[in-house]
C-alpha cells in the first residue's frame, strides 16, 4: 500500500486460494489490457474471456499471453465450453485449452442441458487438464433452482474435483443468486453457506450493491467474479473500509 493506515483488515495475498476476484474481460483490446494490468494486478486474481468471446476476438493469443506473462490466470467463458459440448467437440475443447495454455477451466450447464452424473464426470476429466472451476444456476431467470438442490449440485461438483464452484448469476447479475431487480436472494445464499465452505464459492456480483452485500455477509476476503475491469480499484478499496458503504465495516468501535 502507499501509506499507512491502522485499522484496516487483512487481505489474503497472491496468490490467493481464497479472497479472489475473478474479472470477465468482454472484449478489452490489448492496448486496454496492458493499461488494466498496470493499475489492477495487484488485486485480480484470474480473468474470464466472458461467454463466447474468445471465439470472434482479434489477437487472441497475443491477449492471453499478456495476462499469463503478469501472472494472471486467464481462462474461458463456461458458454464456449458449453459451445463445443453440444457440438460433439468436447476433445477439441481440450487441445483449445492446450493451445492456448489455458490453466483454468470451466465448466457450466447455463445453457444447455446436461446430466448432472455427465456434467461431473466433464469435471473429473478435465481435472487432469486444468484447475476446474465449475459453475452452478441456470441463466434462465424462470428456471429457480430449490435452495437444498443448489447445495446437493454444488457438493458434488466440489467431490468430483472442482476447485471453486461459481455461484451463477450471468454478467448482468439478475439470475441465479439474484432476482430479476438484482436484490439477492438472501435466504439462499445463507442456506448454502450452512453446508458449503465460503472459500469454495465464487459469488458473481458485477454489481456494487452486490459486492456489498458479500463483504458484510462474509468479509473483505469473500471470493467475488464477473468484476469489471474498472471496478477493480473501487472494489478493492472496499473491500478494506476505504468506501463509504464499509468505511465503519472495520473501524474499531470505542
Known amino acids: 500500500m502507499n501509506f499507512n493506515l491502522s485499522q484496516i483488515p487483512e487481505r489474503t495475498k497472491q496468490p490467493r486460494t481464497h479472497g479472489l476476484t475473478m474479472v470477465m474481460d468482454k472484449g478489452l483490446s490489448l ?38 506473462s503478469n501472472n494472471i ?38 445453457s444447455i442441458t446436461i446430466p448432472h452424473a455427465e456434467k461431473c464426470g466433464y469435471i473429473e476429466k478435465l481435472t487432469k487438464h486444468a484447475t476446474v472451476l465449475s459453475e452452478v444456476g441456470s441463466k434462465d431467470a424462470a428456471h429457480i433452482i430449490p435452495p437444498y438442490k443448489w447445495i446437493e449440485l454444488m457438493r458434488a461438483e466440489l467431490e468430483a474435483g472442482s476447485s471453486y464452484v461459481i455461484a451463477e448469476a450471468r454478467e448482468a447479475g439478475n439470475v441465479g443468486i439474484y432476482r430479476g431487480s438484482g436484490e439477492v436472494r438472501e435466504g439462499l445464499v445463507q442456506e448454502i453457506l450452512t453446508q458449503i465452505p465460503a472459500e469454495k464459492i465464487i459469488w458473481e456480483a458485477p454489481q456494487k450493491v452486490q459486492q ?26 472496499m473491500r478494506i473500509g476505504l468506501r463509504g458503504d464499509t468505511f465503519s465495516l472495520y473501524l474499531d468501535k470505542q
Open 31 to 68: 492496448q486496454e489490457v496492458s493499461n488494466f494490468i498496470s493499475i489492477a494486478q495487484p488485486h485480480v486474481d484470474i480473468v474470464k474471456l466472458g461467454f463466447g468471446t474468445s471465439y470472434v476476438t482479434p489477437n487472441l493469443r497475443k491477449k492471453i499471453e499478456l495476462y499469463q
Open 73 to 110: 490466470p486467464v481462462y474461458f467463458g463456461g458458454t464456449l465450453f458449453e459451445a463445443f459440448l453440444i457440438r460433439n467437440q468436447f476433445d477439441d475443447y481440450i487441445h483449445v485449452c492446450k493451445d492456448y495454455d489455458i490453466k483454468y477451466i470451466e465448466v457450466s450447464d447455463g
Open 212 to 237: 456489498l452485500y458479500f463483504l458484510e455477509l462474509i468479509g473483505c476476503n469473500v471470493n467475488l467474479g464477473n468484476i469489471a475491469p474498472y471496478e477493480i480499484i473501487p472494489l478493492e478499496a
